[in-house]
DNA sequence: CATGAATGAGTTTTCATTCAT
DNA sequence: AATGAATGAAAACTCATTCAT
């Protein structure tokens, strides 16, 4: 958060403020506070419980969306989720793992696969994409939520979210080095920039028309061709 | 004692407030018992009020933000904030609405312009990413909390925001037309993925080293030339 | 699970509840996103808490009274009161319409039975003042509170109300045409005569020695005889 | 309050709740707790402002207004009005003493003047309907709320209160004992009968079509004469 | 005479969570 | 496997009142 400093009697106020923050404190993991990583409940129906949970969860945000609204989706009772998962914090680190977990399975698969970098990063594109289809909502969550998973599963989660990010940042460096992209790219930025334009399909994809499958081909065109016409190309720098 | 009337950005919040207020509509029958009084709400400290708002929002999330925590950046009582805002939810329709309103009129400004289509969407590109810098906490809540608006800001709201689509992808089009940007490009798309793209900046600006300066115009070249190599560009296709 | 129907009087406030209750209206846009689930209200201990309701807002009046007043007389947590009622509202709305309802039904029994107007009405006079004995409170409520409920409730309410006020002033009119009351009554006023003299009851009944039998006696013979003594009848006009 | 007592945990938290009642102990009186008799700061506007206050609690009741609502009908600031009263509670006190001291000044004069029974019966009535029709409001707050006065105000206020019943009930009893009135009559119930009825008044008066005159006329000739036709009078006994 | 700014103390309502069954 | 009943803790919002100007 990168904010103006206060001025006047607010600045010591503003300082117990940042106090109140930690707020209810969960922990900051050190004994695995609370849902660890791997050992939990797991029961018949608890695939369809995450399911609803993630689907509340993107449509109201994790704050937003109450357990009521989990159970009114699953048809049980409110307190009958507790028998699936040991707190709304956990379900939401649940929900996020899911969202990136095989995800970044796939993603390896095609970085460190075969290939020119300009397929690969095709490849990575549509991988990155195509999860919007079958699990648009565990996707989006983990893209907009995970920032309000206590410390220490946001920690574990942000891992994947990391990695992600290095394995497109690799292919794009090894593009240039290979001569196949431009040398004056910067290629933390190009990353960036690709992950934004991907990730942001999360937020309209189903409103706007286009298949997953258009999505994907375009937006890989368009990174690596660029807007302007080819014919222009030699004159395209502003 | 017919109320001030209000100037700037307040103006269509604050009819926001007027629908929350009126009590909860079971007066007496007499046709609004009371004179006219016109419930206005701009006051001197309102700028530094709604900035604090603007900030726990952008860090908590509209949900995840307590008025508390909005009077505690100030030093104030957290009752006292209710004699600046009739609502948390006008706040948040104030706060958008900064998010958006310039930052549009200096988007039309530029697609209405002169200059060729790449210029225009380079300029756009860059007047998209410079609010970050000194309102970044306004354009973030815009971005991601709006859609906690209740129906009617969210409407108010989201003209701004369609309006700045529209600009993006009117430029794109002309440049498709003029035969600056290749022919065979979804327009749409395109305009979706610039803006997925900008957007994500104020998601990362701050953690990465780079200066806005330097993101518009990498950015900007990213789309207009893509990644790959000019003297490879014949072989583009994936 | 398509919510069991409701019995008895709760029916009508749950509608009221139903009003009140789906999220402030923004949705994510789902047509109702969430399975078929229908709030009921009916619980073991319902009764037992509108009692409780009664008997606070009676002594205190609606909008003197809190919850937690109510919840002091029953000896839980405040917030355990909204396990039975969704608000304070819609509980002023049970309390009132169980305050009128078998009241009602009794009164038209009697109203639309066999006897002479004469006795007929001194059959409503004393149904009306009986319920002061064992639901005073529900009564009390009814009387002095119902103008504070939300307008919907309120309509439902004041139909009983009126009901009531009609079947007076038909026995009246009756008991006109058939020659037993005074051709020149304003059956009207009448009416309410008889109303604010019986409803008035309830404001003192318990402070007065008089037992409810002993008040329903004089008041029906008060209201055919009047004050003026028989001998002196000839002469008793002003 | 007539009620039954509450069974199980209940009672001891019950007694408690009675504890929590005094609430904010406004004294008991003793050393003219706030308000006092007389030496009030009057403004030149005071009686608009109390006006207005009657108004107001007429419309929302005493619990149910706010000063904001008594500031909007004068069209000035909340704040304001503290110019005007000390506390709400103190305007609550005017409005209730405005409602039933000159009031209670007219009916004295009736009462201890000449005519007979009847004639001062029908003169009692009628002045007591009419304040009605120029201070309804404060007839109607008198009526409705003054039971919300602090203990030394309500004590106060209910003196003119009771005063008003004694005189009625003189009239009534002295008309017996005149032989004016049946000697079976209950003078105490028949008092009560004729408040309830006149006191209702002010409930649906102006709801109603009929003029104060017409309705201090048609209730006088009936509670001298009753309902019952005269040529049926010897056998209106139910 | 009146107001702008603020606040302390509530008040209703929400909600995650618990637990005996 | 699930639920009814309840609760602690907070949340947003209200409101009478104060006070310097």
């Known amino acids: 958060m990168k904010s103006r400093p206060l001025r006047g009697p607010a600045a010591s106020a503003a300082r117990?403020?940042?106090e109140r923050k930690r707020r209810k404190g969960h922990g900051d993991g050190r004994p695995d506070a609370g849902a660890g990583n791997g050992r939990r409940?797991?029961?018949?129906?608890?695939p369809e419980i995450i399911d609803a949970a993630a689907r509340v969860f993107a449509a109201r945000g994790y704050h937003g969306a109450t357990t009521q609204d989990i159970a009114d989706v699953l048809g049980i009772r409110q307190a009958s989720l507790y028998y699936y998962f040991p707190s709304k914090e956990v379900a939401l680190e649940i929900v996020c793992t899911r969202g990136v977990e095989d995800f970044f399975k796939a993603a390896r698969a095609i970085a460190t696969g075969p290939g020119s970098a300009r397929e690969r990063l095709t490849g990575l594109l549509r991988a990155h994409i195509s999860p919007i289809l079958d699990r648009g909502d565990f996707v989006r969550?983990?893209?907009t939520q995970r920032q309000f998973l206590p410390p220490g599963s946001r920690r574990r989660v942000g891992k994947w979210s990391r990695a992600v990010e290095r394995l497109f940042e690799a292919v794009i460096r090894g593009g240039v080095?290979?001569?196949e992209f431009r040398a004056d790219l910067d290629t933390r930025l190009a990353t960036l920039a690709i992950l934004g334009m991907a990730n942001a399909v999360s937020g309209w994809y189903g409103k706007e028309k286009a298949s997953i499958e258009r999505i994907g081909n375009e937006?890989?065109?368009l990174m690596?061709?660029?807007l302007v016409a080819a014919e222009d190309g030699g004159r395209a720098a502003q």
Do not use: N, P
């Open 219 to 221: 937006f890989a065109t």
């Open 224 to 226: 690596l061709k660029g």
């Open 41 to 46: 409940r797991t029961h018949r129906r608890s």
């Open 177 to 179: 080095r290979a001569g």
């Open 141 to 143: 969550v983990f893209l």
């Open 16 to 18: 117990a403020a940042l």
